[in-house]
């Protein structure tokens, strides 16, 4: 049982430059989302997916794209990459019900933009 | 507007001694409180939650408490061991399953 495995682990592109940060999880749960994590901000939620087939935006959804693929795998896009969207990217995985059930993360991505 | 706040960027105890760190909120809709540990250059790690039904929760060395009243809430560990060194994070949850984190609090226990 891997849990919440993220690819990759390190990244730098320069600006303007695309890339899709992927994320799978094999514990058959049903939520999945995409955090950043910024020195004393906390982890921020950028895009959440409740269910398969459907994604919702977070708190700061903007310069990003989701993708939930199926059950498994959720991924997260940068269409045009920007210096501000440097920072450690997290996925998490949980049940969905009921609410309270804990989320669990993926060791992360470190993304440096140029 | 941060609507989960941890004041404390960090935190220093010795070994054996207690631990406490604090958390604020000021979304009276939240009812659900979690605490998560980081190393790092992995993940956070769910460590102890406690629903708003409850004023405490225990689990071995750690216990949260919840004053609603204050909107605060706090993470006592007892004692504390080297190993506790870590980010903590304290969540926020009143929806479906999304959480508000604050800005983590940095413990190092020292020998």
């Known amino acids: 049982n891997a849990g919440v495995t993220q690819t990759p682990k390190f990244q730098v592109l320069k600006t303007g430059q695309s890339m899709t940060l992927q994320c799978a999880q094999d514990?058959?749960?049903?939520?999945m989302y995409w955090y950043r994590q910024d020195p004393g901000m906390g982890l921020r939620l950028i895009y959440y997916?409740?269910?398969?087939?459907?994604?919702d935006k977070g708190e700061v959804p903007n310069g990003y794209n989701v993708s939930r693929l199926n059950k498994r795998e959720f991924s997260l896009r940068l269409e045009s990459a920007a210096p501000s969207q440097t920072s450690v990217y997290f996925c998490a995985s949980s049940v969905g019900r009921p609410k309270e059930e804990t989320q669990y993360f993926g060791p992360g991505t470190r993304l440096l933009v140029l | 507007d941060q609507q989960v706040k941890q004041n404390s960027p960090s935190l220093s105890v010795q070994e054996g001694r207690i631990s406490i760190l604090n958390c604020d909120y000021t979304n009276s809709m939240f009812d659900y409180f979690l605490w998560y540990k980081k190393y790092p250059a992995e993940g956070p790690t769910f460590l102890i939650s406690?629903?708003?039904?409850?004023d405490k929760n225990e689990d071995g060395r750690f216990t949260v408490f919840l004053n609603k009243s204050a909107k605060h809430l706090s993470l006592h560990i007892v004692p504390s061991q080297p190993g506790d060194s870590a980010v903590y994070f304290c969540?926020?949850?009143?929806?479906?399953?999304?959480?508000?984190f604050g800005a983590g609090t940095r413990l190092a226990v020292h020998p």
């Open positions: 997916s409740a269910s398969e087939g459907t994604t």
């Open positions: 514990m058959n749960h049903n939520s």
């Open positions: 406690i629903s708003s039904i409850k």
């Open positions: 969540a926020a949850g009143g929806g479906y399953n999304k959480l508000i």
